[in-house]
């Protein structure tokens, strides 16, 4: 450490007056001053001593009584609060809703640190700067979908005139390469804009050691102490795994797919989640055989009359379903790329045992919250100890008043990353801009990029029935044919069109669903008609676009308490 300390004592945080110290709004304290020194550099830690004790350090000296060395650096458990911080904000989570509100923050010349690191899976996987979405969720999911639905389009192509081989094949690891050369270019993106930003980021592990500090720690080990005046946690989640003989030997999860070197072959999906529907649903649409174990419903959460549809469409479509089913063990046949696993599982609802062989099998069975390691318990951050999600209030501050928390790590709250981007942006403005507005988590619109794509927003019927009782909801419902399918003759009435209205506020809509062809374009703008409060008699009143899907919306007229027939023919 180049100076040698004798004698050295830790100093208590205490009282002392004279001397404030530049802190957040909530709870300012006073510090002692005086005998109250700090030495430090932020990239080693030293002892906290009085100046008597530093021998042999002339450096260590000068710059103790110049006043430079103000920053707490001690990794022997005993905490002091600095008198000044590293950083206004260090956001701990480079995903979309961490690197948004840091981002912001820069706006307003905010001292700004980001740090992400992204834990290798069970078979030593790991990413870039962005977090899940733009690796392993959102943007590669709905780019293989993409593949998914242009080898459909191929097959309608033919009823169109296009003529070319009877046999066309799909390249997995051309398509992977394609989307992981665009994932590392938005990668790059984030780290340039964070530079331009003047965002220091760092590729580390960040961890809670004590208030106000971080440690943070590479890939190599090194660590390094941080302070700030505030926090931000934007941890995000991570698959869960079943916990069962070979489930992390020999089974890959979202984590691992979209940049697996090799086509996965015969598919085992275990689990019912978007995810997993998702999942299975581009893995078949480019031409694998795949299987979907669920153990009890579909797209829990979601409105079940749609996620039954769903269910539907994909089997007659070549998927394969097994209910009520869990797996038990999973063991390797065969090495390769793929190998060949046994799966064994067994009855939910017995003691029936089935076994099956397949090439991959996929674990989409839910996600756990990147709480439990990060030292909020050395800080006094409350989480639910049964899901590791952390309550905050309708800020976003946790209970700690210096600590904001977004995104999908948020008890009680939507699992969407524009939810977290927006979010984290107005929480930023609040804090450094002195704006009011908070996040809306209300009428959020989202879609499932199944092969019949699913988009919501607003209540479930379920949801609508529970809250407002079913004499004081008006469902209004149609199946409908995209014009696109008519011609090469396929899903006849597989689309549908469904709007909740609550018939005591002038049935105004209270819940949106659409199955079928680009339904997040149409769920959009219908979840913007939602903020405003539209009724059903304004929908009535907007004249449809023809020949589109979205027009559905502007003539529904039968209603599921009538029991009339939604089936649509013609144009």
């Not at 690197?99 to 290798?120: G, N, R, S, W």
């Not at 660590?223 to 890959?252: Q, S, V, W």
């Not at 999908?408 to 984290?424: N, R, W, Y």
């Not at 044919?481 to 105004?508: F, G, H, M």
Request: glycine letters at 10%.
């Amino acid at each position: 450490m180049g100076s040698v300390l004798r004698k050295s004592k830790a100093v208590q945080q205490a009282p002392c007056p004279g001397t404030a110290r530049r802190g957040p709004a909530e709870g300012t304290q006073k510090l002692q001053e005086g005998q109250c020194h700090v030495t430090a550099e932020s990239s080693q830690p030293f002892g906290f001593v009085q100046e008597e004790q530093i021998e042999e350090d002339e450096k260590t000296l000068k710059a103790h009584k110049e006043g430079s060395l103000q920053k707490q650096r001690e990794m022997n458990g005993h905490t002091v609060v600095p008198h000044s911080y590293d950083y206004d904000l260090i956001v701990i989570g480079g995903g979309s809703g961490g690197l948004a509100a840091a981002k912001e923050a820069a706006k307003y010349e905010k001292k700004v640190m980001v740090l992400d690191f992204v834990t290798p899976t069970p078979l030593g996987n790991s990413w870039g700067l962005g977090g899940t979405c733009v690796n392993v969720g959102c943007i590669p999911k709905k780019l293989m979908h993409q593949a998914a639905l242009l080898g459909q389009a191929l097959q309608d192509s033919r009823k169109f005139g296009w003529q070319f081989p009877e046999e066309v094949k799909h390249n997995w690891m051309t398509m992977t390469e394609s989307v992981q050369n665009y994932i590392g270019s938005l990668n790059w993106g984030y780290r340039v804009a964070l530079r331009e930003k003047k965002v220091t980021y760092e590729n580390a592990y960040g961890e809670f050691v004590g208030p106000h500090t971080v440690k943070a720690t590479n890939k190599r080990g090194v660590e390094k102490l941080y302070t700030a005046e505030r926090f931000l946690i934007a941890t995000g989640e991570r698959p869960r795994y079943l916990g069962i003989p070979g489930d992390k030997e020999y089974c890959i999860s979202s984590d691992d797919l979209f940049s697996l070197p090799y086509c996965p072959g015969k598919t085992l999906v275990v689990g019912a989640s978007y995810v997993a529907l998702e999942c299975a649903g581009f893995l078949a649409g480019v031409g694998l055989d795949v299987t979907v174990m669920v153990r009890s419903i579909l797209l829990r959460g979601f409105d079940q009359d749609i996620a039954n549809k769903i269910g539907e469409y994909m089997e007659e479509h070549g998927i394969n379903f097994i209910r009520e089913f869990v797996p038990i063990k999973v063991e390797q046949i065969k090495e390769g790329t793929p190998g060949i696993l046994k799966v064994t599982s067994k009855s939910t609802k017995g003691n029936e045992i089935i076994e099956g062989e397949y090439n991959t099998v996929l674990l989409a069975i839910g996600r756990d919250a990147c709480t439990r390691k990060i030292g909020l318990d050395k800080v006094g951050v409350i989480i639910n100890e049964k899901t590791g999600k952390i309550p905050v209030n309708d800020k976003e501050q946790t209970n700690v008043p210096y600590i904001y928390a977004i995104g999908d790590i948020l008890q009680d709250k939507l699992e969407l990353t524009p939810v977290a981007i927006q979010a984290g942006r107005l929480l930023v403005r609040r804090l450094y801009a002195g704006a009011t507005t908070k996040c809306d988590y209300v009428n959020v619109p989202t879609t499932v990029f199944t092969p019949l794509e699913y988009g919501a927003c607003g209540y479930s019927e379920e949801a609508a029935v529970e809250k407002f009782g079913e004499e004081n909801i008006e469902v209004y419902h149609s199946h409908f044919w995209p014009l696109e399918w008519t011609v090469p003759s396929r899903d006849n009435n597989k689309c549908y069109a469904k709007i909740i209205c609550n018939i005591q506020d002038s049935e105004r809509v209270i819940g949106f669903h659409v199955l079928g062809p680009n339904a997040g374009e149409v769920t959009q703008g219908f979840a913007a008609a939602m903020k405003c409060g539209i009724t059903k008699e304004q929908l009535d009143s907007t004249i449809g676009i023809h020949p589109v899907c979205a027009e559905i919306f502007t003539t529904l007229t039968v209603t599921k308490r009538s029991g009339e027939n939604t089936l649509l023919s013609g144009c």
